[in-house]
């Protein structure tokens, strides 16, 4: 999708104010309003490409929202540089709340990519251009929204639904949180919508854009979400003949040499090793913090000890599992020539040539995902025959012998974790499979352990009285103090 991302940064100012040379011509060349954009492909794809670019953004600081408040990963507490630690750490330590500040930048920027979203589907079907282009135009533009939405009920409930252009920010104050069924019923709309006008494949020039398979992959979640089991299995089967497959190394899912492969449904795109902004960092935020170059490979970088794999994590992995050591390593060795027992996540850690510019993907959807969703599903049907031989074929790529137990359900969520884990995966799943009064059992079980026994040492730091209590209200996150402030017709979730 190089040509989604070589201009993603741009497009986005494109959207409301020009920074093309085109349009300096223009009686006032700052300031473009939407209604003079658009008026050829070349725009409306640019502002498509705008879209896009504002995944990269919104997936690279997921971590702390997904993986942070799980069992998955833990931090390497800093004792001497504080800086954005206590907005992060509220989510590993489970002392979020209204005025958190991540709380605040989630929510905004979901609510600016769906401004975005908004804006431009409702000038689409007027932009002058070939009805057979605006229809995938339209596809991809309905599955980020679906995405968006998707997430945002996951983790607030009940939130506000906006589907039209806003001309002035004080528009939004008129509208309240729906209930979670109506986020659900816009999401699955979307989704069907998307997977009729979306192909199945993209040329080369092209590849990454959101296709019918990520379209029936998201939507199959959804219904795996909702428990609708029978209509998740019907329509995860329809992205079985779409021409995916499990590549036969694990390690080469998320080799950068290698993007958008078989085993690809969705990836946010990225793009290191130059000058345009479009690279990732994920390494350098996940890399011990006094690694230096040991894991980076640049002995100027500092990398952030964020999103660490806990122990709990780096024992769920069976012996002999291959994705192990893809997947993170359990120490590193420094400039002096001494081992380090600090994890890292190793999965995103690939050569690069300059630093701080990764050229790795993330990925969204795989499909060995989709083979363990209809495992799951399928499971929850009493049909263990068809469940097992997903899930074996997802064991088997890993080197593990087929399932033999009799908690197959069981054995599908663990699987899940360590296929999937450090994706972004492991706090919906855990809200799906889990009641928040299970959850809230469990994440204690596991704090407790983790307070024995940290993954990584405090530098003789304590734990405040409050950290790792987690009570089931927090399943769902707060709606942002200050929101609440601005539109007073704005409710909290209840415990906050």
């Not at 492909?41 to 640019?46: K, N």
């Not at 079985?240 to 899912?253: I, R, W």
Request: aromatic share 12%; proline share 6%; charged share 20%.
């Amino acid at each position: 999708m190089k040509r989604i991302l070589t201009i993603g940064h741009v497009a986005l100012c494109l959207l409301l104010i020009s920074c093309e040379e085109e349009f300096l011509h223009k009686t006032d060349p700052t300031q473009i309003g939407a209604g003079s954009f658009y008026q050829d492909r070349t725009q409306v794809e640019q502002a498509l490409n705008g879209v896009y670019g504002q995944l990269q953004g919104i997936v690279s600081g997921q971590w702390v929202f997904n993986e942070l408040p799980s069992d998955n990963t833990t931090v390497h507490y800093n004792p001497d540089d504080r800086g954005q630690g206590p907005a992060r750490e509220a989510f590993e330590f489970m002392t979020v709340n209204s005025g958190t500040g991540n709380i605040e930048g989630l929510y905004n920027s979901y609510y600016n990519a769906i401004f975005n979203i908004n804006n431009t589907l409702a000038r689409l079907q007027d932009a002058p251009i070939d009805e057979a282009v605006i229809g995938p135009i339209e596809g991809q533009l309905k599955f980020i929204r679906a995405y968006y939405y998707f997430n945002l009920v996951q983790y607030f409930g009940d939130v506000v639904i906006i589907t039209e252009p806003l001309d002035k920010p004080s528009a939004a104050w008129a509208y309240l949180r729906e209930p979670q069924a109506k986020v659900y019923e816009l999401v699955e709309s979307d989704l069907k919508d998307a997977a009729t006008l979306l192909p199945e494949r993209y040329d080369a020039a092209n590849a990454g854009r959101a296709t019918k398979g990520a379209a029936l992959a998201l939507l199959g979640k959804v219904y795996l979400t909702k428990k609708q089991y029978a209509d998740a299995v019907t329509t995860l089967n329809q992205v079985l003949p779409l021409g995916y497959a499990l590549l036969p190394s694990y390690a080469d899912v998320f080799d950068p040499q290698n993007k958008n492969h078989a085993e690809t449904i969705f990836d946010i795109q990225f793009q290191g090793g130059n000058d345009l902004q479009e690279h990732s960092n994920f390494i350098y935020e996940f890399a011990p913090r006094l690694s230096a170059g040991a894991v980076t490979g640049f002995p100027d970088s500092r990398p952030g000890g964020w999103n660490t794999p806990t122990k709990d994590m780096i024992a769920a992995f069976e012996e002999g599992d291959l994705r192990k050591d893809v997947s993170l390593q359990e120490g590193y060795t420094n400039e002096s020539g001494e081992w380090v027992p600090v994890p890292y996540i190793n999965k995103y850690n690939h050569p690069h040539t300059i630093s701080g510019r990764t050229d790795d993907n993330w990925p969204v959807i795989r499909y060995s995902d989709v083979l363990l969703m209809l495992a799951e599903a399928q499971a929850q049907q009493g049909n263990t025959a068809e469940a097992a031989t997903y899930l074996n074929m997802v064991r088997n790529r890993a080197g593990l012998p087929d399932y033999s137990g009799s908690d197959l359900l069981g054995a599908i969520y663990h699987e899940r974790r360590v296929e999937l884990a450090f994706e972004n995966h492991r706090w919906f799943d855990l809200k799906r499979t889990m009641t928040p009064e299970e959850m809230a059992q469990f994440l204690s079980a596991y704090t407790a352990r983790e307070k024995a026994d940290p993954t990584v040492g405090r530098g003789g730091i304590p734990y405040a009285n409050n950290d790792y209590i987690f009570e089931p209200y927090e399943a769902l996150y707060p709606i942002p103090n200050r929101q609440i402030l601005i539109n007073g017709k704005l409710t909290q979730n209840p415990g906050y």
